[in-house]
Structure formats: C-alpha cells, structure tokens
C-alpha cells in the first residue's frame, strides 16, 4: 500500500519513512504544502499523512483542496499538541483523523491502520461489526438481521459510530460530524444516542455502543477495547 508523507521536517520525514517502509509500506514524501498537493492529486495513494505547518501551502489548505476535488484517500493531520484550533481545522477541513507531535511512532502505524481499514470497509457496500449490518449505500441498516428503522439523524450517527469503529468520538466530534452547521448542544447529541441504543442494543444481549464516561460515545464489537 501507497502511503504520501507531507512533512517539511526532514528528521521527523526520515523517521516516519523508515518505520513504514519497515511496515511494508511504499513511502513518499514531500517537503511543502504545493509539492504535497501535487504528488497526492497525480498519485494513487492509499493513505496521506500531512502536517499543518507547511511552507507553500498549509496542511489545512491542502487538505481542503483535496476534498474539493473529490478526492478521498484517507487523511491523518499531524498538529501541534497544544494546537486545538489546528485540530479542529483540520477535521473541518476534510481531515479523518489527528494525531499530536510529539509521538509514538507505534501510535502512529496504529492510527494508519485503523484508518486504512475503516476505509475498506468504507469502500465496500455493507459494513458488517458484530451482527450488526450497514448499507453506505442504501442507508439500511439490520441486526441480527432484522432490518432497524431509523430516522435521517440517527442513521447519520451511527455510520459516523461505525466507520470509526473502536475509537471515542467526543460530543464535540458528533456535533461537527452529524450536525454539520446546524446548531446543536451536547444534550441534543445525548438524546439522540439514547435513542439510537434503544433500536441498536436495546432487544440484544450484547451491546454495541458504549459511553466512555468523561469523553464521548464509541462503537465496537465484544472483546475489542476503545481507542
């Protein structure tokens, strides 16, 4: 798999190539937001990981551009850790993921992973955790397979759950995710997974979506622990 490093630093550039080359990764990589845009416009990548802070062209604006142009390979911003507006710039922007510096190189193959795999299953028609079935394409949803009901918003909910299978959403991430620009407040997102949880885990004994007290909402399948 094809993976596009944008990075203008270029010990931190070296390090990442090296360990996903030691993955079995084929690595590329660009110094600048511009060269970056270019290589991942004319490129078949699987996976791009760009930083925000680029000469050129800023992570956030690359990012942008890519999703305008309907571009969809899978993104993972490296941000500043105490940058939250780079992060939620990011996400905004089109971005699937974040990740701060200083890492882990290991947290890092971990994420790349995890977003490779969600989208494979996202290119996919029916995305299948536990006994749990979701059409991406005609919105259906069953379990066990009984087909579920759900309205416009809590289908839109639980595919954002799905698709970031195992990992914590915060409130805040729903908000952005599902209610795009529509006002919402984060009881608004609470009642709406109490309602979702009554049609999803309600009528089964293994339940599929967790509260992570102090944080947000994830859905995972039993025996797999919450990222």
């Not at 995305?127 to 809590?154: K, M």
């Not at 915060?170 to 049609?199: G, S, Y």
């Amino acid at each position: 798999m094809r993976i596009l490093v944008i990075e203008d630093d270029e010990i931190i550039a070296r390090l990442i190539r090296r360990g996903l080359e030691n993955a079995r990764f084929e690595v590329e990589v660009a110094g600048d937001g511009v060269t970056g845009l270019r290589k991942a416009m004319e490129g078949a990548f699987d996976l791009l990981v760009l930083d925000v802070m680029l000469p050129g062209k800023d992570g956030v604006a690359v990012c942008g551009a890519l999703r305008e142009r309907r571009k969809t390979v899978p993104i993972l911003m490296l941000t500043a850790r105490d940058a939250i507006d780079d992060r939620v710039n990011g996400l905004e922007s089109g971005a699937d993921d974040y990740l701060p510096k200083p890492f882990d190189f290991k947290e890092l193959l971990a994420r790349i992973r995890a977003l490779l795999r969600r989208d494979k299953l996202h290119k996919g028609r029916v995305v299948r955790i536990a006994d749990l079935e979701l059409d991406t394409v005609t919105t259906s949803v069953r379990r066990a397979g009984q087909e579920v009901q759900l309205t416009p918003r809590e289908y839109t909910l639980l595919e954002a759950l799905v698709l970031n299978e195992g990992r914590v959403l915060t409130r805040e991430m729903i908000q952005d995710r599902v209610w795009a620009d529509d006002e919402a407040f984060p009881a608004t997102v609470n009642v709406h997974v109490a309602n979702l949880r009554k049609k999803i885990d309600a009528a089964h004994e293994v339940k599929l979506i967790h509260t992570v007290h102090g944080f947000g909402y994830t859905l995972r399948a039993p025996g797999t622990e919450a990222q």
